[in-house]
Nanobody, 120 residues
């Protein structure tokens, strides 16, 4: 059974930092990418960042470029999201995604989500 377990969310003041982690278990994710999406209250889920296990390429939404950094350990099936210079508009539930096809945007597996709240 595939499981994605996120951790690291919480409450932080604007300008602060948080680091999210996502550990995948149940199978090896060597294809496609792993990444992060987020969903703010009343809004649709949106792409945040992804890392391709094939070559290590990284991808970011324009809204987080320069502030967020995605990294991962393929051997451990773990992906991280370092979030710096956080803004109130970054407040959302952050979801880990595995078997993420960047071309088609199809996601094979989702985590349960971890809440990030940025106070002004």
């Amino acid at each position: 059974q595939v499981q994605l377990v996120e951790s690291g969310g919480g409450l932080v003041q604007a300008g602060g930092s948080l680091k999210l982690s996502c550990a995948a278990s149940g199978r090896t994710f060597s294809n496609y990418a792993m990444g992060w999406f987020r969903q703010a209250p009343g809004k649709e889920r949106e792409f945040v960042a992804a890392i391709s296990w094939s070559g290590g390429s990284t991808y970011y939404a324009d809204s987080v470029k320069g502030r967020f950094t995605i990294s991962g350990d393929n051997a451990k099936n773990t992906v991280y999201l370092q979030m710096n210079s956080l803004k109130p508009e970054d407040t959302a539930v952050y979801y880990c995604a595995a078997d993420f096809n960047i071309v088609t945007a199809r996601v094979g597996y989702w985590g349960q989500g971890t809440r990030v709240t940025v106070s002004s």
